[in-house]
């Protein structure tokens, strides 16, 4: 027995040095979304096209020359509502294009936002599983917002689009502050093996 204890003093070396040299799951990750002011991404329904079930992440990410807007990693995969059904996620990828026109009048001078448009791309096992386009218009600071020629969603949108910003959102910040405690261990230990990366 004692002849094995410096191979088992080894093998728990090298456990430490494989947990502590893991890659960061969220490296690539981009947050908070607003990023392209000075770059803007123009949505375009022909050029933009994604085909769930078909379209690869490889594709999505190449969609702007800068990259996305937000991209979140799901270590371990959530389910989110759609269509009646549920669908697995690993990966949300967002982008924006907001539009501002300035403002002035009454002593006051600004900005308003006239046309917002986010086009979300939900991803599993590097294929595009599911897409929104929420887009909403106004022609001044006092109108009300409507739906957009582009958006899928509607205006407002319904519950169950906010329900799926929500379940996305929350899961998201629950894994980054603290992946064993938001994930079921089979998929934290898939992670801390990099065998999953």
């Known amino acids: 027995m004692l002849q094995f204890l410096p191979l088992i003093g080894l093998l728990l070396v090298a456990f430490g040095f494989q947990a502590n040299c893991r890659p960061d799951p969220f490296v690539h990750d981009r947050w908070p979304p607003w990023r392209?002011?000075?770059?803007?991404?123009?949505?375009?329904?022909?050029?933009?096209?994604v085909i769930p079930g078909e379209s690869t992440e490889?594709?999505?990410m190449n969609l702007h020359p800068g990259g996305p807007n937000a991209i979140k990693t799901?270590?371990?995969?959530?389910?989110i509502q759609l269509d009646g059904g549920q669908v697995r996620i690993d990966k949300v990828v967002q982008f924006s294009?907001?539009?501002?026109?300035?403002t002035s009048g009454q002593g006051k001078i600004g900005y308003y936002g006239t046309d917002y448009l986010t086009f979300t791309i939900f991803l599993y096992d590097g294929i595009v599983r599911h897409y929104d386009v929420y887009h909403t218009v106004r022609s001044s600071p006092d109108a009300d917002w409507s739906a957009g020629e582009y958006s899928s969603t509607g205006y407002p949108a319904d519950q169950k689009f906010w329900q799926r910003i929500r379940a996305i959102s929350n899961g998201y910040?629950?894994?980054r502050r603290d992946l064993g405690q938001a994930?079921?261990?089979s998929w934290v230990k898939y992670?801390?093996?990099g065998s999953g990366l």
């Open 191 to 193: 992670w801390l093996t």
């Open 183 to 185: 994930c079921d261990w």
């Open 36 to 49: 392209h002011l000075e770059d803007p991404w123009k949505y375009d329904p022909a050029r933009d096209k």
């Open 173 to 175: 910040l629950e894994q």
């Open 97 to 102: 294009d907001l539009n501002i026109s300035d």
């Open 58 to 60: 490889r594709h999505v």
């Open 74 to 79: 799901f270590p371990c995969p959530i389910q």
